[in-house]
């Protein structure tokens, strides 16, 4: 008899405890973009990506200032075809540095984006764990990962925003 009624109690167990689980969602991108942190990250690295395109349009310039001369001299017919041959070959080189900075310059822009971005993510991912143990969730999911959600669901957005004093 007792050990029907802790098989009762076991079984009964996991389904109390799944009526008291407390769920939430919560949009990480609408509060990310309104942080402070996030707009300063924005301005550096759209303060970086201008110096690499001012440097870029220069080599682009010096490339078509080369193409230019290039075409003067082939116009020539008193150029010597060795002359002409070194031209070509400055123009591609010029062409292949031109097209290596800009790989370089994105890469460099995807890295110092990622590397101010990481502080402001796990900031957010902190005060989330910090929101949901506060209020007693169960579990707080991204905005669009499940595929229902009923409406015992809470949005824990506005929880996540004021615990970081943004609107």
Known sequence: MFKKFLLAIAVALPMFASA????????VEA???V????????NQIAEASKKYEATYKGLQDELNKL???????????????????LRIQDIQDKDERS????QTAQQDLERQ??????PIQE??????????NENGFTMIFPVGVSVFESAD???????????????
Do not use: R
């Open 20 to 27: 008291q689980a407390k769920f939430g969602t919560v949009d």
């Open 31 to 33: 509060i990310i973009t």
């Open 35 to 42: 942080m402070p942190e996030f707009t300063e990250a924005q």
């Open 67 to 85: 193409y230019a001369e290039f075409q003067q001299l082939n116009n020539d017919p008193a150029t010597p075809q060795s002359i002409k041959d």
């Open 99 to 102: 097209k290596q900075f800009l």
């Open 113 to 118: 984006n990622a590397q101010l971005m990481q």
């Open 123 to 132: 900031k957010v991912v902190s005060t989330i764990k910090t929101v949901g």
């Open 153 to 167: 669901v809470v949005d824990v957005t506005p929880l996540i925003k004021a615990k970081l004093g943004i609107k």
